[in-house]
């Protein structure tokens, strides 16, 4: 089956700092990578979606200067979550949808302190 | 907009109930999909069924079964004969069909099996 592997697992980091997170397609080709957020018990909300060699779109309310989405190559999109602060601690995961269903990554729990 | 609503926010039952969980969406569109992911502590996301607007027929794989009427708009999902291991927090989920379509997750509903 396909298979989105997501990198890291769990990070934490200084305020202030850059957290780049990964997600890779094994085994197919993943023009577009949906990116989201979840906040503790809460549902998991769109932060962006990204298409392979053109810019990123994002939901509403999401700042694109803060949540750096690059998708260079049609196995790898990175989310770059820029002067991290405590409020962006939350656990980010990715999906893509090899044309028979969703697959999501395994999620990155990010710990801002 | 599309919009999914799961009205229960958490339940709790005894081993070996049986339990549904509501799913009610919204969209104008005709064809559309509609999902079932399980989410244990560790966070990961776990395909259940996907199901498209087109196909009305229940299914049924082992404990699980869904009941899909668009009479009602409603998604339902139950499990029979629960179990500890089924403990987690299940989201049903909307896309629209045509390319890559983004997934419009309901509230989820945290679901307790206690033994």
């Known amino acids: 089956g396909a298979v989105v592997s997501q990198h890291p697992s769990r990070v934490i980091c200084k305020s202030g700092t850059s957290v780049k997170i990964e997600c890779r397609s094994l085994?197919?080709?993943?023009?577009?990578m949906f990116w989201y957020r979840q906040f503790p018990k809460q549902s998991l909300m769109l932060m962006a979606t990204?298409?392979?060699?053109?810019?990123?779109?994002?939901e509403q309310g999401v700042e694109k200067d803060k949540f750096l989405i690059n998708h260079a190559s049609l196995t790898l999109s990175t989310l770059t979550v820029t002067s991290a602060h405590p409020e962006d601690s939350s656990f980010y995961i990715c999906s893509a949808e090899p044309n028979y269903g969703y697959t999501f990554g395994s999620g990155t729990r990010l710990t801002v302190v | 907009a599309q919009k999914v609503t799961q009205a229960q926010t958490e339940i709790s039952v005894v081993e070996k109930e049986d339990v549904t969980l509501d799913c009610v969406y919204e969209t104008r569109d005709t064809t559309y999909y509609l999902f079932w992911y399980k989410q244990p502590p560790s966070g990961e996301l776990v395909f259940l069924i996907r199901r498209n607007s087109f196909d009305e027929q229940n299914e049924i794989s082992g404990r699980y079964s869904w009941n899909f009427q668009k009479s009602t708009s409603s998604f339902n999902f139950t499990i029979t004969a629960s179990q500890v291991v089924d403990s987690a927090v299940y989201f049903c989920?909307?896309?629209?069909?045509?390319?890559?379509?983004?997934?419009?997750f309901g509230q989820g509903t945290r679901l307790t099996i206690n033994p």
């Open positions: 990204s298409n392979e060699g053109s810019k990123a779109t994002y």
């Open positions: 989920a909307l896309s629209l069909s045509g390319g890559a379509q983004k997934l419009v």
């Open positions: 085994d197919f080709q993943a023009t577009t």
